[in-house]
Structures are given as C-alpha cells and as structure tokens.
C-alpha cells in the first residue's frame, strides 16, 4: 500500500478496506438517488405509477447493472494499466 509508478506519476493503493468503503457508499447513496428519482420524477414526466415496492425492485435491477458495469469498467482499466494500453 505505498506508491506505485505508472508512466512516470505517483499514485497512491487504496487499501481494500477503502475500496469497499467507496463502493458502498457509491452503490448506496447512488440507490437512494434512483430511487427518490424514481418515486417522484419518473410519474410526473412520463405519467408511470408504481408502488413503493415496484420501485425498490427497480431500482435494486438497474443498481445491478450499474454495478457489473462498473466492475467491468475497473477491469478493463487495470487490464489496460498493467498491459500499457
């Protein structure tokens, strides 16, 4: 957990117990986000209604999504870092 070069700049490990840190606070505060959206943007824009429970099913799917997605995403960029692409 020290520094690391990469093509000459210094960047600082995050330890694990930060990264699961960031991503739960990512994933959560990101839920709560889509789901107020969900609750009080999506019927008045697009004159859909859903119960209270729709919209937490909902929004845990497209949570899902978002984070395979950005799992992904870190993959490929560390796939990248370490291969010099």
């Keep these: 957990m020290g520094?690391?070069?990469d093509a000459g700049v210094d960047t600082m490990t995050q330890t694990k117990?930060?990264?699961i840190q960031e991503v739960l606070v990512n994933v959560?505060?990101?839920?709560?986000?889509?789901?107020?959206l969900w609750l009080f943007v999506v019927?008045?824009?697009?004159?859909v209604e859903t119960s209270a429970g729709q919209g937490i099913g909902i929004t845990g799917l497209y949570t899902a999504a978002?984070?395979?997605r950005?799992?992904?995403v870190r993959r490929v960029y560390n796939w990248?870092?370490?291969?010099?692409?």
């Design 43 to 47: 019927p008045v824009l697009f004159d």
């Design 66 to 68: 978002s984070i395979g």
């Design 28 to 36: 959560g505060t990101g839920f709560v986000v889509s789901y107020l």
């Design 70 to 72: 950005g799992y992904i």
């Design 3 to 5: 520094a690391v070069e």
């Design 80 to 85: 990248r870092a370490r291969n010099g692409s």
């Design 17 to 19: 117990a930060k990264s």
